[in-house]
């Protein structure tokens, strides 16, 4: 089981990006998908989460600009981030919950991370 986070680059201020994150692997369930980011110097700090009956939660900063989003069918949870400012760059990780087929527990999975540049 892994998850593959995918979709950074450097962008201009104000410009949007979309990241995704690809679960894969022999998996039963996914749990409270999320994308976290940690800025140079900075603590890792959650971004977003989706819970399993749609409803989201954002940090203040990123409210009204980021919306998470998941194709279960996909396995993919996406994080669509406009109005990007330079204080958004960070790498951006995402997050889950995985029941593995032959397991009988949740286990918390992190992808590799992706970097976001916000610069002119």
């Known amino acids: 089981v892994q998850l593959q986070a995918s979709g950074g680059g450097l962008v201009q201020p104000g410009g949007s990006r979309r990241l995704s994150c690809v679960a894969s692997?022999?998996?039963?369930?996914?749990?409270?998908p999320g994308w976290y980011r940690q800025a140079p110097g900075e603590e890792r700090e959650l971004v977003a989460t989706?819970?399993?009956?749609?409803?989201?939660s954002y940090t203040d900063s990123a409210q009204g600009r980021f919306t998470i989003s998941v194709d279960n069918a996909k396995k993919t949870v996406y994080l669509q981030m406009n109005s990007l400012k330079s204080e958004d760059t960070a790498v951006y990780y995402c997050?889950?919950?995985?029941?593995?087929?032959?397991?009988?527990?949740?286990?918390?999975?992190w992808g590799q991370g992706t970097q976001v540049t916000v610069s002119s």
């Open positions: 692997g022999s998996i039963l369930s996914i749990r409270s």
């Open positions: 997050n889950a919950k995985i029941l593995a087929r032959g397991t009988y527990s949740f286990v918390d999975y």
């Open positions: 989706i819970n399993a009956g749609g409803g989201t």
